[in-house]
């Protein structure tokens, strides 16, 4: 079992070993008269592109091709290309990442009194550092409702 920690430093949002090495990054890049989301990993960048109905859904790119993307709505991921994984998702106070019923990855939110919260990761050894990069992304983005009150 592997364990993480994610930090806010500046806007970044940076996920680091128990040793406090760092292993990536979610970051945002200004493009303009906009800001696009990436995610650093071994000093490669992959795009973040928001997708679907009131953009809730993310695609993840590698240059052109697509390794990963969201479904909101059966809340899970889908790892594209020749091994396809399905991992479905459970966005509750303890956050889960779980394939064919085994539970790959947890993060839970310890909230610091006026400060930034701090992430707490435990990860399968089979999950990939840029996986659990995703979903450190996805289970921390704020969705957009129509109507109700977004439970």
Known sequence: MKKYTAHYQKKDLVLVSDIQHEIGRITKIRKLFQYEECIVLNSKKYNIKNVGFLKNDVEL?????????????????????LEVHIYYLKLKKTRQLIEKGQILMEISEEKKWLKEPVFHIEADDSVDDLLALLFLHFSTKEFNYIGGDGD
């Open 61 to 81: 790119f590698d240059d052109d091709t697509v390794l990963y993307f969201t479904d909101l709505a059966k809340e899970r991921i889908i790892k594209s290309g």
